[in-house]
């Protein structure tokens, strides 16, 4: 096909390079290996650690409420929850108002692991090699982003 074809212009955002998802994937998975690393010594996945951050921030959430905070759904979220609360990080139990909302709370050990994670954004910024003063420009780009996509 020629360039001047009408199609040889639709074929160059075809090309892996020029797609936004594979960029957001590739990233999002760099970004993750990354933590993995720094997580590995405080015993946290990932995913756990975004648990963990929700619930330092306010504790004695009620599952579906964390879930919300995390774009996360119950049945994802409850294995995750019942892996940390084996850990002893945290504890599930029902609400006493209303039996069918559980209760997510830290537990002292994990109150305590907030103290050796207090690094990690730090660590990453430097990672980043950036000052950090252009991540709340690229966190809210990428907030709305999420809003843009999940309106539709």
Not at 9 to 26: G, I, K, M, N, V
Not at 49 to 74: F, I, K, N, P, T
């Amino acid at each position: 096909m020629d360039a001047s074809s009408p199609h040889a212009h639709d074929d160059d955002f075809l090309r892996l390079d020029q797609q936004l998802c594979f960029a957001l994937y590739s990233a999002s998975l760099a970004m993750t290996q990354r933590y993995k690393a720094l997580l590995r010594p405080l015993g946290l996945t990932y995913p756990q650690y975004l648990v963990m951050l929700v619930l330092w921030e306010g504790d004695a959430l009620a599952v579906h409420e964390l879930g919300q905070r995390l774009h996360l759904d119950s049945g994802t979220l409850t294995p995750l929850l019942k892996r940390m609360e084996t850990a002893g990080w945290l504890k599930r139990d029902r609400d006493a108002e209303d039996e069918r909302r559980v209760r997510v709370t830290l537990t002292d050990k994990g109150g305590r692991l907030r103290e050796q994670a207090r690094h990690i954004p730090r660590q990453l910024a430097c990672d980043l090699a950036t000052s950090g003063h252009d991540i709340p420009e690229l966190r809210s780009r990428l907030h709305q982003l999420r809003r843009t996509l999940s309106d539709r």
